[in-house]
């Protein structure tokens, strides 16, 4: 008798875990599609807290009112009044926002790096300068992996953005000779991205990468000063047409269409500043107006501000001399999605 109850208690037993065992199962499968790891690097447009917080300086600057202004009033060292071009992006992707910055890993006695991935974008990053520049960002990622911080498993299926966009790198051409500097600078730029590009799919084992064209650098309120913001100057808008010329070269040579995205930030821009939209009533004036040779966010010895400030950031489509509002950026974005979501094959499942 006593066997046959141990016998009956034991089937029961199998019974109540392969049940379960189906149970978890079945809520695994129900769960929602993991977003992708986001792996950013290169300039300001997506930097999202790498520069040091520290006293006001034009450098720092991305960590003190205003900036940050649309965003509870929070400066969170991005150059904008709330987000930049990456937290869209990673909006894009299924996640909240941009991956946290290099800067924070380690922050909270966790070596963990966030799932939704790494920001190692750092403002005045250029190609072929800037500390770091985009081949030491991709360091700072090698140095991760060799120190399995990161592992190779946590890159199935990572995506990488690129944004070089933001003129660094030609910030020193002046003159007649421009237009020949550019072409020969271009080339060195674009060859140093596509070096980037394809040792961040060979060697480190992303699964795809994203580059942003050049924005319309003419068309900055830095640029555009010399009119009184009446018009883009055509000198900067060249520079951009030539990087991007070289660039799609770059990138139509080397790689297949489903390994990179080339996004054309530059369509975007124009589409939006040629007023295509009844959005951005100011053209080409800036949000943050700052003082003869000072910069937006400066304060003096009495702590009065050296600038002033729109009404309504959401009009605007640049913040500062160079960087768009949280506005331009999503209003660029929206034009930009479905790009995005075809190359990533997001079917609006995360």
């Not at 109850?5 to 129900?30: D, F, K, P, Q, T």
């Not at 960590?63 to 930049?84: C, E, F, I, Q």
């Not at 124009?270 to 400066?298: H, I, R, W």
Request: with cysteine.
């Amino acid at each position: 008798m006593k066997k046959n109850i141990v016998l009956l208690a034991l089937c029961l037993l199998i019974i109540l875990v392969l049940n379960g065992g189906h149970h978890v199962e079945g809520r695994r499968s129900h769960h929602p599609k993991q977003p992708p790891m986001l792996l950013v690097f290169g300039d300001s447009f997506v930097d999202a807290g790498n520069i040091p917080k520290t006293a006001m300086s034009v450098v720092s600057r991305g960590w003190h009112y205003p900036y940050g202004m649309s965003s509870k009033n929070r400066a969170t060292g991005r150059l904008s009044d709330g987000k930049v071009q990456s937290d869209f992006v990673a909006k894009i992707m299924g996640l909240d926002e941009s991956p946290p910055p290099l800067a924070d890993l380690g922050q909270n006695d966790d070596d963990d790096v966030d799932p939704s991935g790494i920001n190692f974008a750092v403002g005045g990053t250029g190609a072929l300068m800037g500390t770091p520049s985009l081949a030491q960002q991709v360091d700072q990622l090698d140095d991760l992996l060799k120190n399995r911080t990161i592992r190779d498993r946590d890159l199935k299926d990572s995506v990488a953005l690129i944004s070089i966009a933001a003129g660094g790198d030609y910030s020193d051409i002046k003159g007649r000779n421009g237009y020949d500097q550019m072409t020969r600078l271009s080339r060195r730029v674009t060859e140093e991205m596509r070096k980037v590009v394809k040792r961040l799919l060979d060697d480190v084992g992303v699964s795809k990468v994203i580059v942003n064209t050049m924005a319309p650098m003419g068309c900055t309120p830095w640029e555009s000063a010399r009119n009184n913001h009446a018009h883009c100057e055509s000198q900067g808008n060249t520079m951009s047409d030539v990087h991007n010329a070289a660039l799609r070269q770059k990138m139509a040579a080397g790689f297949r269409k489903d390994e990179v995205l080339l996004l054309d930030l530059n369509h975007a821009f124009n589409t939006l500043l040629q007023g295509q939209q009844d959005q951005f009533t100011s053209g080409l004036n800036e949000c943050c107006v700052a003082s003869k040779d000072g910069y937006c966010g400066q304060v003096d010895n009495r702590g009065q501000p050296m600038y002033g400030l729109c009404r309504d950031p959401e009009q605007r489509f640049y913040w500062d001399y160079i960087h768009p509002t949280q506005a331009a950026w999503k209003a660029v974005m929206d034009i930009l999605r479905d790009p995005v979501k075809d190359f990533l094959g997001n079917d609006d499942d995360y």
